[in-house]
């Protein structure tokens, strides 16, 4: 969960985590939508079908993997997440090495490399496993990790409190914030989305399952149409209620902004009210869910719209009108 999340949103959320799956076994035993479910709000919910498939993994094989190579066969399992559990939980030797310990490395070396680079992940693993020469604990892997994260930070590295200040090439050169050098920015794509949100007398709304966009497969959203340009939104928004079996009129809302790794998007949802007396129907993939408590797994542009496509807000607060 951490992995790509603040610590201040991830918490609460494994508390959650660990009261519902307490075990390996009651995590393997789960159906993966209750997994990504437990997952909400995070983020990049293909973490939780990894972790779901790696403890299939681990039941089946009867025990917990304890070496690097192990680990690092299962699923979701990459060199660094192999490392860090070999260490910590096992007491491994390979050196688990993330972005603050390969800071401190390029830093200490005055190291023109690029963070992330395979280069100077090797010298990160070198430093590593030096320091562990002398002490022979991975908690002096904990501590290089401590010290990229509380003081030898990205932009404001406190070097008048690093303990290895001494011998840093990096602040001799006085340019410590030089190393490492940055990856390149990948170009954001920007996206506008139709979404409809109908809802029933009781509040609950429409939500279908995602089957075709690769980071947000097995969630569940309100219907959308990712729109062309020039496309109109009110229009792919009357083809989404005809499509969903409620020809009903629409209302425009705010327009919502979310950000879904790479790309930008520009969110056009409208409202509209499904009948009393049809609120039983939805298709394969669908279903009606509580928008603020939502018993599936849900991205967190769920709780984005709810907040703007109540029907007397969407009436107070009507979408763009570049249609």
């Not at 009651?26 to 993966?32: Q, T």
């Not at 910590?88 to 680079?117: I, K």
């Not at 309100?222 to 005809?242: T, Y």
């Amino acid at each position: 969960m951490a992995q790509q999340t603040q610590l201040d949103r991830v918490v609460p959320v494994f508390r959650r985590f660990l009261v519902r799956f307490p075990s390996v076994q009651d995590l393997s035993a789960a159906e993966a939508e209750d997994v990504v479910h437990a997952f909400s709000g995070l983020g990049y919910y293909r973490r939780a079908r990894l972790l779901h498939q790696a403890a299939r993994a681990i039941t089946e094989r009867g025990a917990w993997p304890t070496t690097f190579e192990a680990l690092r066969a299962l699923p979701g399992f990459g060199t660094y997440t192999a490392a860090a559990v070999a260490a910590f939980a096992f007491g491994g030797s390979e050196p688990p090495v993330d972005g603050n310990v390969a800071r401190v490395t390029a830093r200490l070396g005055a190291q023109s490399l690029v963070l992330g680079s395979g280069p100077l992940l090797k010298k990160g693993r070198l430093l590593a496993s030096a320091f562990y020469a002398e002490v022979g604990t991975p908690h002096v892997w904990e501590a290089l990790m401590e010290l990229g994260a509380t003081v030898c930070t990205p932009s404001k590295p406190a070097c008048a409190s690093c303990p290895l200040a001494s011998g840093c090439a990096g602040l001799r050169a006085g340019t410590p914030t030089a190393f490492p050098l940055p990856r390149a920015r990948r170009a954001r794509e920007v996206q506008r989305w139709a979404v409809l949100w109908l809802e029933r007398p009781d509040g609950s709304v429409l939500l279908r399952r995602v089957d075709d966009v690769l980071l947000l497969a097995g969630l569940w959203l309100p219907p959308f149409a990712v729109l062309s340009d020039g496309a109109s939104a009110p229009d792919a928004a009357r083809d989404l209620a005809r499509a969903s079996g409620f020809d009903v009129p629409l209302t425009p809302a705010a327009t919502v902004k979310h950000g879904i790794t790479h790309r930008d998007i520009r969110v056009l949802p409208f409202v509209g009210a499904a009948s009393a007396t049809r609120v039983g129907e939805a298709g394969d993939g669908s279903s009606w869910q509580q928008p603020h408590a939502p018993a599936v797994g849900v991205s967190s542009l769920v709780a984005k719209l709810a907040r703007v496509c109540a029907r007397n807000e969407a009436r107070r607060s009507p979408a763009e009108s570049e249609e």
